[in-house]
């Protein structure tokens, strides 16, 4: 009993037309019961800014259904919204609204319920879309359940605000803190090479030594043997240095060599050249000196 026809065919006698609205961050759903160009009946409802015109297209179709189910007239419903209608055609649906409407429809074989084209002067459906914008200021207020994208929004900010705290306030991984300050759902861009770089998690003697998988944590070159060392410094890695910052500067050198394409290029080159040449850069423990 829901005609998806593109074509506009009123039963003589009542028509309901409904509407949805939503205006900045207000809400409505309506729906006028029309006999010819005669109103019968008003109906507007102010939903919660987080309803969206989805379901208030919904919710002012079931009411009108519910408001025909109570005569004993052969009623037929009318929507612009073929997305609304064909939630409720569907023995799939979803949505709450659209499976109470269906059972409405099943106990009530009074009503049919139609699609019509928006905005071309229908006049019932054009006072269904007025009285749908004046709901979203006097409709009476009604609640129904936020939709499930809009909890999921929700629970994602929320996540992502309890991630900051957790970022900002934890003991480990402050090397990565300082070049990436803001936690995010996608991943940054960086591959092996550069991941142990930042966190200072690789071939470097100060990481080793921590681990007690070297007796010292100096290079071969005799100087303390951090990734800094090694792309600013050492004697063994000229060939792939960066600018050495002051001490000062140091957080900034990182920022901008980790956010720096060319400088991460060189990066990695150089996590290369660690990998192979580690005889030269790690001597044996007990030849440190």
Known sequence: RISLKKQFLPVPGLNIFTDGSKIEDKTGSAFCV??????????????????????????????????ASKTNQQIKVWSDSESSLYSIASIDTKSPIAQQTQEILLKSTNIK???????????????????????????????????????????????????????????????????????????????????????GHGPFPTYLKRFNIRSSDSCGCGKLGNPLHYATSCLFTTSYHLTKPSADLEPLWWKRVMNNNNSRAKIKKLMHFIAENEPLLFPKDGDDN
């Open 113 to 199: 319920l139609g699609w019509i084209k928006a905005h071309v002067g229908y006049s019932g459906n054009e006072a269904a879309d007025a009285l749908a914008k004046k709901a979203t200021q006097e409709g009476i207020p009604t609640f129904i359940p936020a939709p499930r994208n809009h909890i999921k929004s929700l629970l994602q900010k929320e996540s992502i605000i309890r991630w900051q705290k957790e970022w900002d306030n934890g003991e480990t991984g402050r090397s990565v803190h300082n070049v990436l300050p803001k936690v995010k759902p996608t991943s940054t861009p960086w591959q092996r090479p550069e991941i142990m770089f930042v966190t």
């Open 34 to 67: 029309m006999e010819e160009d005669t109103t019968k009946y008003e109906w507007m409802a102010q939903l919660s800014p987080f309803n969206t015109v989805f379901q208030a297209e919904l919710l002012a179709i079931k009411e009108a259904c519910l408001w």
